[in-house]
């Protein structure tokens, strides 16, 4: 049985708190793997400067090459549709029916799980993972798993408003999503 993190979000674009955030889960619970689970539609929020969904796709899987324990799963991209944490669960356990699957999320969207597509149901599919954030509170009736994570405060919105006021991201994403985004000439306005 292999134990896979799932760390969903909308990526728009990923960060390197992304990755520290994936990374402690990953030492802390000794898994075996992080799949990063871009969503297609988010249920949850309207997606600021809208770009391409395959941008953040591909960012993503910029931001994650050379890590041999992390991977992208696209399943969301690939259904095409609003993106429910449920309708993806389920059909991730029907696939990999041997895997136990732990969900991440930070801890900004712990007090928002009572409001999540199906919740009592979802929580048998998987074990949710909170990984603290600075401002936010992990308080919530469900069950969820804590990991310390170093605190820091960088956000998506966070750089992409730098980015429109041509500020430098150097050392908040990597340098290949960096690239990425200059050369796509991404959230340069709105």
Not at 15 to 34: Q, T
Not at 64 to 73: A, I, L, M, N, P
Request: overall charge negative; hydrophobic content about 35%; some cysteine.
């Amino acid at each position: 049985m292999k134990r896979i993190g799932i760390f969903g979000g909308t990526f728009n674009p990923p960060h390197i708190g992304h990755l520290i955030m994936a990374n402690e889960v990953l030492f802390s619970l000794k898994l075996d793997e992080i799949w990063f689970m871009p969503s297609h539609i988010p249920p949850h929020k309207t997606l600021k400067q809208e770009i391409d969904p395959n941008h953040r796709l591909n960012m993503l899987s910029l931001a994650t090459d050379g890590y041999s324990k992390f991977r992208v799963q696209s399943i969301e991209f690939e259904r095409n549709d609003i993106s429910y944490t449920f309708d993806t669960m389920c059909i991730l356990k029907e696939t990999y029916p041997d895997n136990q699957f732990y969900f991440i999320i930070g801890a900004d969207m712990v007090e928002y799980l009572p409001k999540w597509y199906n919740i009592e149901e979802l929580q048998k599919l998987v074990t949710f993972v909170g990984v603290k954030r600075p401002g936010y509170e992990m308080k919530s009736p469900y069950s969820i798993l804590e990991v310390e994570a170093p605190q820091m405060d960088i956000s998506s919105s966070f750089i992409r408003e730098r980015i429109k006021v041509q500020g430098p991201i150097d050392f908040y994403v990597p340098l290949s999503v960096k690239h990425y985004i200059e050369e796509n000439q991404l959230y340069e306005s709105e």
